[in-house]
């Protein structure tokens, strides 16, 4: 039902800060759990962070906790995540997916498997 594009992305030193968008071009989001998800050269998916559908509770990989910050407007279209003290490591193709959540709820949905509807990506590179 939503439709999901990712922008924000670029190449950046270490240190530097981006701060990826995704809108819901087509629904807003509160009846949807949104997770960034990231993947870098040779190595598998993994979740970084998930905001609720009631858009309050967000949750964080211990690998971007204290770095990043994910938050939504306040009319539930776009969720950003800010992406402070970049560092090589976090060079990666990422991904915003939103997985059917009830309607408001500060329960987050972290079950990869849920996440049915997923943007194409946009690439983040940091350098030394």
């Known amino acids: 039902q939503v439709q999901l594009v990712e922008s924000g992305g670029g190449s950046v030193q270490s240190g530097q800060s981006l701060r990826l968008s995704c809108a819901a071009s087509t629904l807003p989001l509160y009846t949807y759990t949104l997770g960034w998800f990231r993947q870098a050269p040779g190595k598998e998916r993994e979740a970084i962070a998930y905001?609720?559908?009631?858009?309050?509770?967000?949750d964080y990989a211990d690998s971007v906790k204290g770095r990043f910050t994910l938050s939504r407007d306040g009319a539930a279209l776009t969720a950003y995540l800010q992406m402070d003290d970049l560092k090589p490591e976090d060079t990666a193709v990422y991904y915003c997916?939103?997985?059917?959540?009830?309607?408001?709820?500060?329960?987050?949905?972290?079950?990869?498997?849920?996440?049915?509807?997923w943007g194409r990506g946009t690439q983040v590179t940091v350098s030394a």
């Open positions: 997916a939103a997985a059917p959540s009830a309607l408001r709820t500060e329960v987050l949905t972290t079950s990869i498997e849920k996440f049915s509807t």
């Open positions: 905001i609720s559908a009631g858009g309050r509770t967000t």
